[in-house]
């Protein structure tokens, strides 16, 4: 199983993923989750491009992280 750290740096700009990361201004220790695409990653922290724009997730508070397939194609009305 690769750390899913590892597999951030590893993949290219581009890939669709979802990442799984820790809250650290909530008190109750929560995490919350970040789809979209890999937009670049540096020794510290990857940049995702989601829907509501792009988000900087720090190495250190990632708790998960896997590839996902493209988005289904709009269904025809």
């Known amino acids: 199983m690769v ?3 590892e597999f951030l ?3 290219g700009d581009g890939t ?3 990442i799984r990361y820790a809250l650290h201004d909530d008190p ?3 995490a919350t989750d970040a789809l ?5 990653t540096d020794e510290t922290h990857c ?3 989601t829907v509501r ?8 508070d990632v708790i998960a992280a ?4 493209p988005p289904p194609a709009p269904r025809p009305r």
């Open 47 to 49: 940049v995702i491009a």
């Open 36 to 40: 979209g695409y890999l937009s670049g």
């Open 16 to 18: 669709r993923v979802v």
């Open 28 to 30: 109750a220790g929560s």
């Open 53 to 60: 724009g792009l988000t900087t997730i720090a190495f250190a």
């Open 9 to 11: 740096k590893a993949a």
């Open 3 to 5: 750390n899913p750290v």
């Open 66 to 69: 896997k590839e996902v397939p």
